[in-house]
């Protein structure tokens, strides 16, 4: 299973950006489906998760953030809104789920990263 994120990009602060991810490969099941960021000499943190109990945030971009999800395309978005230098960081696209290859054994997958930098 491989992960393929887009959308990140240089935003001045206010503005909005829109990232999206796509699984494909070998997809048995896709459980939960979220995004990560790592800013500059920082760990890489929750941002926000979808799956069947709902929806996670983290608390800086509650109300700024909304995750959705697509699940006929294998796929999760991340509309970032009212964005802040704060928010600049590598985000990482991450799902749960089973290969058709090992169904017994749920992974966890990550994506590339996409780039984004809000600075004016």
């Known amino acids: 299973v491989q992960l393929q994120a887009s959308g990140g990009g240089l935003e001045q602060p206010g503005g909005s950006l829109r990232l999206s991810c796509v699984a494909s490969?070998?997809?048995?099941?896709?459980?939960?489906m979220g995004w990560f960021r790592q800013a500059p000499g920082e760990q890489r943190e929750l941002v926000a998760r979808i799956g069947r109990g709902g929806t996670v945030y983290a608390d800086s971009v509650k109300g700024l953030f909304t995750i959705s999800r697509d699940n006929a395309q294998n796929s999760v978005y991340l509309q970032m809104n009212t964005l802040k230098p704060a928010d600049t960081g590598v985000y990482y696209c991450n799902a749960d789920g089973r290969d058709q290859r090992n169904i017994l054994s749920p992974q966890t997958y990550w994506g590339q990263g996409t780039l984004v930098t809000v600075s004016s």
């Open positions: 490969g070998s997809i048995f099941s896709i459980d939960a």
